[in-house]
């Protein structure tokens, strides 16, 4: 039986340094996100909402076109949707992203990956 140096256990000091990088780097993909604008819309373009890449708000643009005083209803709905789709482009910059820096420290002991 051939014995491997140290137990064949990883290097503790090299995996903490690993993990730390990749925190590090989860970090500035999360600064990054905050920063960074998507956008969604509706109606063909009446509506238009603008998002933080990590979902924050940050615009609405309504067309004079989609504005009827007879029919708020469907302006709400148009609102609605152009949010939603603002956020799902968001949450597909989020996994773009972020995805390979939480699989590589889901992998690593103790991350809450």
Same mark, same amino acid.
């Given at each position: ?10 290097? &503790? %000091? @090299?995996? #903490?340094?690993? $993990? !730390?990088? &990749? %925190? @590090?780097? #989860?970090?500035? $993909? !999360? ?47 148009l609102v609605v949707a152009a949010v939603q789709a603002a956020n799902e482009n ?24």
């Amino acid at each position: 039986m051939t014995v491997i140096p140290g137990g064949g256990q990883p290097n &503790m %000091q @090299q995996l #903490l340094q690993q $993990a !730390q990088k &990749m %925190q @590090q780097d #989860l970090a500035k $993909a !999360q600064e990054e996100l905050a920063q960074t604008e998507v956008e969604g819309q509706a109606g063909g373009g009446l509506v238009k909402a603008t998002v933080t890449g990590s979902g924050e708000l940050r615009g609405l643009v309504i067309d004079p076109k989609a504005v009827d005083p007879e029919d708020t209803e469907t302006l709400a709905d148009l609102v609605v949707a152009a949010v939603q789709a603002a956020n799902e482009n968001a949450q597909q910059l989020q996994q773009d992203k972020l995805g390979p820096l939480a699989q590589g420290l889901g992998g690593m002991p103790g991350m809450p990956f």
